[in-house]
């Protein structure tokens, strides 16, 4: 594999009730647990009114394939408290199609 391939995981929310975004966000920011080991960055988007998205790169697959199972259960931890839809993927970068 390329050295410059990266590992994801991609978490995403759907809110059955939009106005519930802004309490899961707060809550989030207060429960968050401690990043897994082998994350080289994480960013988090609002696709309002009523979405949210957050890629966690991994230095290798083996950091996201341990810390895969416990991403899903925070996800779901949020789907449960906020009445929200969540999915968690995991991908690779495909370095030859990346730009910019």
Known sequence: MP???EFCAILTIRYLKPSLM?????WVSENMPQLP???????????????GM???WF???IFLDEA??????FQQA???????KC???????SPELDMG
């Not at 802004?22 to 707060?26: F, I, N, T």
């Not at 895969?68 to 259960?73: D, Q, R, V, Y």
């Open 78 to 84: 949020i789907a449960d408290r906020f009445e929200a």
């Open 54 to 56: 957050s890629i966690i």
């Open 22 to 26: 802004g309490s899961a966000h707060d």
């Open 87 to 93: 999915e968690a993927q995991k991908g690779i970068t």
């Open 68 to 73: 895969f199972p416990k991403l899903k259960e």
């Open 37 to 51: 080991s082998g994350v080289i960055r994480m960013r988090s988007f609002h696709i309002a009114p009523d979405r």
């Open 3 to 5: 050295a410059n391939v």
């Open 59 to 61: 230095k290798e697959q």
